[in-house]
T-cell receptor
Framework: GENVEQHPSTLSVQEGDSAVIKCTYSDSASNYFPWYKQELGKGPQLIIDIRSNVGEKKDQRIAVTLNKTAKHFSLHITETQPEDSAVYFC??????????????FGQGTILTVHP | DAGVTQSPTHLIKTRGQQVTLRCSPKSGHDTVSWYQQALGQGPQFIFQYYEEEERQRGNFPDRFSGHQFPNYSSELNVNALLLGDSALYLCANKWGTQYFGPGTRLLVL
C-alpha cells in the first residue's frame, strides 16, 4: 500500500519568513495530493491540493509543487503569520482508482510562527 | 465550512464497552469516510461508505463496523474497546477532495 513520509516534524520560523514542508510517497499510482491544516481541537482543514497533471499550484501565500518522477511534493508558505501556526499534514491518494480516494497521511509537521 | 457534523464531541468509555459515533455529511454528499487519529499522528483510514455499503476498508479489526443511512449520514461502531482505541475519530464527505468534520474525541479508560 501507499506510504507517505513527511519532514520536518517540527518547524519554527519568524513572522514574515517562508516555511517549506516536504513529503514523499511510494505508490506511483497516486495522483491526488492534498494538504491539510489542523488547529488544536479541530478537524483537518483542506488548504490546497494538487493533481498529478500539474507541477505547481498557488493560492495567495500558499503554493504546492509536485515532482512525479521523484515522488515528492512540497508545501510552501510565504510571508508567514502567527495565525499560520498549526499542524500541517500532507496526504496522497489514487482518486480515480479502486481505492476510491482513500487518503494516506504523513505524520504531520508542527509549524510555529514567532511574532 | 465543510458542512460535516459529528456527534458527540467528546466521549469517555471504559475497556470492553461499545461506542457509537455519528456523522452527517454536507447535504447531497453521498460518500462518508471514517478516519482514526491517534495523538500526535496523522489520520488513518478506517473505511468508506457509499450508497449504504462499505466500499473499502483499511487495516482495522472487525471490532470496527459502520453503517450508512438512506440520508447519507453514517455511524461508526467500535466493540470491546481497548485503551489503544483512544483517539480523535474523523469523518469526511465526498471522495477525491475530502472535507473533514470536527471529530469525536474518544477516551478509553
Amino acid at each position: 500500500g501507499e506510504n507517505v513520509e513527511q519532514h520536518p516534524s517540527t518547524l519554527s520560523v519568524q513572522e514574515g519568513d517562508s516555511a517549506v514542508i516536504k513529503c514523499t510517497y511510494s505508490d506511483s499510482a497516486s495522483n491526488y495530493f492534498p494538504w491539510y491544516k489542523q488547529e488544536l481541537g479541530k478537524g483537518p482543514q483542506l488548504i490546497i491540493d494538487i493533481r498529478s497533471n500539474v507541477g505547481e499550484k498557488k493560492d495567495q501565500r500558499i503554493a504546492v509543487t509536485l515532482n512525479k518522477t521523484a515522488k515528492h511534493f512540497s508545501l510552501h508558505i510565504t510571508e508567514t503569520q502567527p495565525e499560520d501556526s498549526a499542524v500541517y499534514f500532507c496526504a496522497a491518494s489514487n482518486a480515480g482508482g479502486t481505492s476510491y480516494g482513500k487518503l494516506t497521511f504523513g505524520q504531520g509537521t508542527i509549524l510555529t510562527v514567532h511574532p | 465550512d465543510a458542512g460535516v457534523t459529528q456527534s458527540p464531541t467528546h466521549l469517555i468509555k471504559t475497556r470492553g464497552q461499545q461506542v457509537t459515533l455519528r456523522c452527517s455529511p454536507k447535504s447531497g454528499h453521498d460518500t462518508v469516510s471514517w478516519y482514526q487519529q491517534a495523538l500526535g499522528q496523522g489520520p488513518q483510514f478506517i473505511f468508506q461508505y457509499y450508497e449504504e455499503e462499505e466500499r473499502q476498508r483499511g487495516n482495522f479489526p472487525d471490532r470496527f463496523s459502520g453503517h450508512q443511512f438512506p440520508n447519507y449520514s453514517s455511524e461508526l461502531n467500535v466493540n470491546a474497546l481497548l485503551l489503544g482505541d483512544s483517539a480523535l475519530y474523523l469523518c469526511a464527505n465526498k471522495w477525491g477532495t475530502q472535507y473533514f468534520g470536527p471529530g469525536t474525541r474518544l477516551l478509553v479508560l
